[in-house]
């Protein structure tokens, strides 16, 4: 079983900067795309950015330029660098790990992640 425990969340003025961690068990997380996912109240989990296994990283439109996805496969570790936070950024952070079959065409679909943290609350004030 593997677990995915989401932390730096919190309330920021917009302009600001915060970095999400996701903190993994298990000793494959190299092996394994893993992605940010965001869902605003109301709203549908959209993704936000992923870290292929190979190195590669891909990003929502909305987010390009101003986030940075990462990994730390030592230490079991994705982070999301978030500068020029806007008040429309404001959501739950949810890291995921990849299913075996996704690919480039498939990353945005949830169903494409087969575990899920808990999620960190990210406020950004105007």
């Known amino acids: 079983q593997v677990q995915l425990v989401e932390s730096g969340g919190g309330l920021v003025q917009a302009g600001g900067s915060l970095r999400l961690s996701c903190a993994a068990s298990?000793?494959?997380?190299?092996?394994?795309?893993m992605a940010w996912f965001r869902q605003a109240p109301g709203k549908r989990r959209e993704f936000v950015s992923i870290?292929?296994?190979?190195?590669?990283?891909s990003y929502a439109d909305s987010v390009k330029g101003r986030f940075t996805i990462s990994r730390d496969n030592a230490k079991n570790t994705l982070y999301l660098q978030m500068n020029s936070l806007k008040p429309e950024d404001t959501a739950v952070y949810y890291c995921?790990?990849?299913?075996?079959?996704?690919?480039?065409?498939?990353?945005?679909?949830?169903?494409?992640?087969?575990?899920w943290g808990q999620g960190t609350q990210v406020t950004v004030s105007s």
């Open positions: 870290s292929w296994s190979a190195g590669s990283t």
């Open positions: 298990g000793r494959t997380f190299s092996s394994y795309a």
């Open positions: 995921a790990r990849a299913g075996r079959r996704i690919t480039i065409a498939t990353m945005r679909a949830a169903r494409e992640y087969d575990y």
